[in-house]
Nanobody, 122 residues
Framework: QVQLVESGGGLVQAGGSLRLSCVGS????????MGWYRQVPGKQREFVAT???????NYADQVKGRFTISRDNAKNAVYLQMNSLKPEDTAVYFC????????????????WGQGTQVTVSS
C-alpha cells in the first residue's frame, strides 16, 4: 500500500507565499520522479513542476521564477515553495510520484495524493 499525502494548502492574499508538502509512505524501494500538478473545476489537471531523484527540476512557464520544487529523498518527500502568488494560482494542488517497488525491477507505478486546496484572494 502506497500513499502520498499533501499538506500546506490554504487561503492567502495575492503576493503572499505558501509551502506545500507531500510525503510518501508504504512498502516500496524509492520514489523516482516527483511532481506537483493543479486543477481548477471544469479544467484538466495541469503540470506545475517536477523533480527527479537527482534533483533536476522542470517548471511550467506560468510559475517559473515564483515557485520552487525541492525534495528530501530520505523522507520520501517533495515540497513546493510558492511565492508571489496570484489569484490565477488558485486550484487544488496534487502531488505525484513514480514509485519503484523493488531493487530487483525498474518497474514503476504512478501515484497521486488526495490534493490540497490553494486559494489566492485578490
Amino acid at each position: 500500500q502506497v500513499q502520498l499525502v499533501e499538506s500546506g494548502g490554504g487561503l492567502v492574499q495575492a503576493g503572499g507565499s505558501l509551502r506545500l508538502s507531500c510525503v510518501g509512505s508504504g512498502n516500496f524501494f524509492r520514489i523516482n520522479n516527483m511532481g506537483w500538478y493543479r486543477q481548477v473545476p471544469g479544467k484538466q489537471r495541469e503540470f506545475v513542476a517536477t523533480i527527479t531523484s537527482g534533483g533536476v527540476t522542470n517548471y511550467a512557464d506560468q510559475v517559473k521564477g515564483r515557485f520552487t520544487i525541492s525534495r528530501d529523498n530520505a523522507k520520501n518527500a517533495v515540497y513546493l515553495q510558492m511565492n508571489s502568488l496570484k489569484p490565477e494560482d488558485t486550484a487544488v494542488y496534487f502531488c505525484n510520484g513514480n514509485v519503484q517497488y523493488s531493487t530487483l525491477s525498474s518497474t514503476t507505478s504512478a501515484y497521486w495524493g488526495q490534493g490540497t486546496q490553494v486559494t489566492v484572494s485578490s
